[in-house]
């Protein structure tokens, strides 16, 4: 089956850096584009960025432009979130995600997501 395991959360003052990362496994990781997604206590989970299959499209929210990067390394089944100049705004849940079925777009719709991993905690210190 499907399994995602994301790792690199933790606490890190405002201004800092952090590199999250979405370990793939059950199926070809290359077919399927990858998204990051964040819930913060009493809010709804809300898209962060996505990436296509291949790396080359990317999408992100307004509120990480410039400041988030996605990436994804097909060879070690892995995608990336480097995260700059954090804010406290930013502290949430962090959780990546993935379709069900093959596609060569770029979703960021939640509902066009299947397969979740358990989430890694961001914290972000004023």
């Known amino acids: 089956q499907v399994q995602l395991v994301e790792s690199g959360g933790g606490l890190v003052q405002a201004g800092g850096s952090l590199r999250l990362s979405c370990a793939a496994s059950?199926?070809?990781?290359?077919?399927?584009?990858m998204g990051w997604f964040r819930q913060a206590p009493g809010k709804e989970r809300e898209f962060v960025a996505a990436?296509?299959?291949?790396?080359?499209?990317?999408n992100y929210a307004d509120s990480v432009k410039g400041r988030f990067t996605i990436s994804r390394s097909n060879a070690k089944n892995t995608v990336y979130l480097q995260m700059n100049d954090l804010k406290p705004d930013d502290t949430a849940v962090y959780y990546c995600?993935?379709?069900?079925?093959?596609?060569?777009?770029?979703?960021?719709?939640?509902?066009?997501?299947?397969?979740w991993g358990q989430g890694t905690q961001v914290t972000v210190s004023s």
């Open positions: 059950g199926r070809t990781f290359s077919y399927y584009p």
């Open positions: 990436i296509s299959r291949g790396g080359t499209s990317t």
């Open positions: 995600a993935s379709p069900r079925l093959p596609r060569l777009d770029v979703p960021f719709a939640r509902d066009e997501y299947e397969f």
